[in-house]
């Protein structure tokens, strides 16, 4: 009788592995999907790897800016990632991705908004040899958001909030993706032969070059330029500053990494793989050249020109984070930390105030990063990255001088002169980041 009890055991046991069985086989995807899960799953990581870096933009800009001023840093950053949400979905994504619907063949993308397949994939024909829509907008999305924070920090402590954040709506919503379809989108500059691999030009040196036709027009702080001396401006937390450096390079890791755009392949894991080493080595050696030449220069090592060092050397092999050994990426990274450090004294010269130091990183380093690309890419042509580093400066240059100029005369760029020196965080905002402090 106990043996017969244990019957209806050993069957459902038996049983047991067969229903597991029959279930793997049902949910196991077929071959032709893998590349598509596997490309899909690579760009949502990349993504929220890219969208961390807002916060380390945020960080670094609270960090260094005064201690009156953090809480509309913050602000700021907040707004424009929204902001950046909501255009390129609205009309960003498609002007710079239109396939076959250009509205001007090569110059000018689609208008329309952007569309997501269906749930599930229901009752559509999905192309498998690339990934969902969703995922790409969403990685997409985050360079915009990050071309909108480069220009932030630069106009820091004297820009009113609602001419910035209009000038983000336009920033994200035309500037960026239209110059960006000429590339990344099949555009002219992709037909003769531009290589920007992530986004030295396509992303750092636009956001430089509006941030610097901001500074131009905005003028530098009060007191910052006094009796042909630099008066320094201490920003309120090392600290934080240090923090989002750490965060943006860990940040850069998705955005140079999920720019291979492809997870499909034994041969593209390995490539990410060597972009991930290559962009850490880059970083290292501008955050040691930016180390070294200081020591030289002032005789002590300046932490705010390490950091940006750093971020130079990201900024740098992002054009190019490929093809280089770790010997090649690390060369091209110090020297774009070398580059950053000459760059800030000599925007002080020409009396023009960067808070955070955003041109010398974004625009100078990523005029360098883009040229870098001849000593390592065959494929490239020094004539076409020159060009194409032109067309997208000077088309920058006039759009955003034309948008800044406009906010100027309708609603004014700048606080008045006692706003600025209570603080934009009291004036603006009406609140600020440290009141125990400020109260003693």
């Not at 609270?62 to 909501?86: C, D, E, S, W, Y």
């Not at 993706?177 to 531009?194: H, N, R, T, V, Y």
């Not at 490929?322 to 990426?329: E, I």
């Amino acid at each position: 009788m106990k043996h017969l009890k244990l019957l209806p055991v050993a069957a459902a046991l038996i049983v047991l592995p067969t229903l597991g069985f029959a279930q793997d086989a049902d949910v196991t995807p077929p071959n032709e999907e893998i590349g598509y899960i596997f490309t899909t799953f690579m760009f949502l990581v990349t993504g929220f790897l890219v969208m961390f870096m807002g916060c380390g933009f945020a960080m670094l800009e609270a960090g260094l800016v005064r201690q009156k001023n953090v809480t509309m840093q913050l602000m700021k950053n907040v707004a424009l990632f929204a902001i950046a949400a909501i255009m390129y979905y609205l009309v960003g994504y498609n002007l710079m991705y239109p396939g076959d619907g250009w509205s001007i063949t090569g110059i000018l993308g689609a208008f329309s908004t952007t569309s997501l397949e269906p749930v599930g994939l229901a009752e559509t024909e999905t192309d498998l040899t690339y990934a969902s829509v969703g995922s790409d907008f969403f990685f997409q999305l985050m360079f915009c958001a990050t071309t909108c924070s480069i220009v932030s920090g630069t106009l820091a402590e004297r820009i009113k909030l609602w001419p910035f954040l209009i000038f983000a709506v336009l920033l994200a919503g035309f500037i960026y993706p239209i110059q960006a379809s000429w590339k990344w989108g099949g555009g002219f500059l992709d037909e003769a032969g531009f290589l920007d691999f992530a986004g030295s030009t396509v992303v750092h040196s636009v956001g430089g070059w509006c941030a610097l036709t901001g500074a131009l027009i905005l003028g530098p702080r009060i007191g910052k330029y006094k009796d042909g001396k630099v008066t320094p401006f201490p920003g309120s937390n090392l600290s934080l500053a240090t923090l989002g450096t750490f965060i943006l390079w860990l940040g850069w890791f998705g955005f140079n990494g999920g720019s291979q755009l492809y997870m499909d392949t034994a041969g593209n894991v390995a490539d990410i793989s060597r972009i991930f080493a290559n962009t850490n080595t880059a970083a290292a050696g501008g955050a040691l050249a930016a180390l070294v030449l200081t020591q030289i220069l002032y005789k002590k090592p300046d932490l705010t020109m390490v950091l940006n060092g750093a971020l130079a050397g990201l900024v740098s092999i992002t054009a190019e984070p490929l093809t280089p050994g770790l010997g090649g990426a690390t060369i091209i990274g110090a020297i774009g930390g070398i580059l950053c450090v000459l760059a800030v004294p000599m925007l002080d010269k020409l009396k023009i105030d960067d808070v955070v130091g955003a041109i010398p990183v974004h625009l100078v380093c990523g005029i360098w990063g883009t040229i870098a690309v001849v000593f390592t890419n065959s494929d490239a042509s020094f004539g076409t990255q020159l060009y194409s580093i032109v067309v997208v400066g000077i088309f920058c240059l006039v759009v955003s001088a034309v948008l800044w100029f406009i906010l100027k005369a309708v609603m004014g760029l700048r606080v008045s002169e006692e706003d600025e020196i209570t603080g934009l965080d009291m004036a603006e905002l009406g609140m600020e980041a440290y009141p125990e402090f400020a109260k003693g």
